[in-house]
């Protein structure tokens, strides 16, 4: 079971970024998946889920409208774009499979996860 998040770096406030996370064929089949974020210090949290049949997303407050979560099953990827972003969205993030099918916010929904890509933003 693998996910590898990448497209993270250093970028400037209001600039975008998209991160792709590329699951095993295992990992992704049927499964919800999300993207989490933690901060130094901080305790990690929810950014944007996405079912399996992309018929459901959800999104944290502070990144709705501005985030978006999209998947593509054919080729077992996830992508997280981030536009206008503000250096409090700086964060290593997380990409995760779930359990089940549905999008979920809650770290206990998720059985399997990536090992990060760092965001930072300059003000």
Request: glycine residues 8%; contains cysteine.
């Amino acid at each position: 079971v693998q996910l590898q998040a990448s497209g993270g770096g250093l970028v400037q406030t209001r600039d975008c970024l998209r991160l792709p996370c590329v699951a095993s064929r295992r990992t992704f089949r049927n499964n919800g998946m999300g993207w989490f974020r933690q901060a130094p210090g901080k305790e990690r949290e929810f950014v944007a889920a996405i079912s399996y049949r992309s018929d459901s997303t959800v999104y944290a407050e502070s990144v709705k409208g501005r985030f978006t979560i999209s998947r593509d099953n054919a080729q077992d990827t996830l992508y997280l774009q981030m536009n206008g972003l503000k250096p409090e969205d700086a964060a290593k993030y997380y990409c995760a499979a779930s359990r089940f099918a549905r999008a979920g916010r809650a770290d206990s929904d998720y059985a399997y996860w990536g090992q990060g890509t760092l965001v930072t933003v300059s003000s």
